[in-house]
């Protein structure tokens, strides 16, 4: 059983078109983080949500934390090529750090 | 700035044998972790430490041992590789433990094929 569920697990669009990858859980987190990973490179945090209800913007990505801190989602704006890559949400339930299998996202030129 | 460190990036082997994943950190972090990524799995934690002396088991640890040489560096042995071990393994660390908010720095990843 998958603590953090991933959706879509692929996700194929053309520039400049927005999308929303979601991760949900039925558990209650105390964080939640987002990484991306470019091929051959390891995940690198993009943000981190404490609060429930908590929206953060990184330029053309929204991060939002459910208000009952069970769910997130990351919306992209306008995508663009260098958006490529591997989205993976990682939650601390119970204090130790749980990983999502990952949306994989193509944007093509 | 190095970051986090991973010897070797590739790696063949033949069931049966074994060999030492190296890993090091100039950080200063606290904590360091092994993970492996399987092909739609995610990340999965294999072992973890929090801090310099103590190791723990993760999600995976059957087939691996680990040792917390000094403060900067965490190895990953498998003594006797099996297939099922062909994996992406990657080595992270952070300033804190599982437990804290801190934010994970990943290597490049060590790709091991077992035959």
């Keep these: 059983t998958q603590l953090l569920e991933q959706s879509?697990?692929?996700?194929?669009?053309?520039?400049?078109?927005?999308?929303?990858?979601?991760?949900?859980?039925?558990?209650?987190?105390?964080?939640?983080?987002?990484y991306r990973q470019e091929p051959g490179e390891g995940p690198v945090l993009l943000v981190t949500v404490v609060t429930g209800g908590e929206v953060k913007k990184l330029k053309r990505l929204t991060f939002q934390f459910g208000d009952a801190r069970k769910d997130s989602s990351l919306h992209i704006t306008a995508a663009q090529p260098g958006d490529t890559g591997l989205y993976l949400c990682a939650g601390r339930p119970l204090g130790r750090l749980y990983f999502g299998r990952g949306t994989q996202l193509t944007v093509w030129p | 700035n190095a970051g986090v460190t991973q010897t070797p990036k590739f790696q063949v082997l033949k069931t049966g044998q074994s060999m030492t994943l190296q890993c090091a950190q100039d950080m200063n972090h606290n904590s360091m972790y092994w993970y492996r990524q399987d092909p739609g799995m995610g990340l999965r934690l294999i072992y973890y430490s929090a801090s310099e002396g103590t190791t723990d088991k993760g999600e995976v640890p059957n087939g691996y041992n680990v040792s917390r040489l000094?403060?900067?560096?965490?190895?990953?042995?498998?003594?006797?590789?099996?297939?099922?071990?062909?994996?992406?393994?990657?080595?992270?660390?952070?300033?804190?433990?599982?437990?804290?908010?801190?934010?994970?720095?990943?290597?490049?990843?060590?790709?091991?094929t077992v035959l």
């Design chain 1, 8 to 34: 879509p697990q692929f996700l194929s669009i053309q520039e400049g078109e927005n999308l929303t990858v979601y991760c949900n859980s039925s558990s209650v987190f105390s964080s939640l983080q987002w």
């Design chain 2, 70 to 112: 000094n403060k900067r560096e965490f190895s990953l042995r498998l003594e006797s590789a099996a297939p099922s071990q062909t994996s992406v393994y990657f080595c992270a660390s952070s300033e804190w433990g599982q437990g804290a908010t801190g934010e994970l720095f990943f290597g490049e990843g060590s790709r091991l």
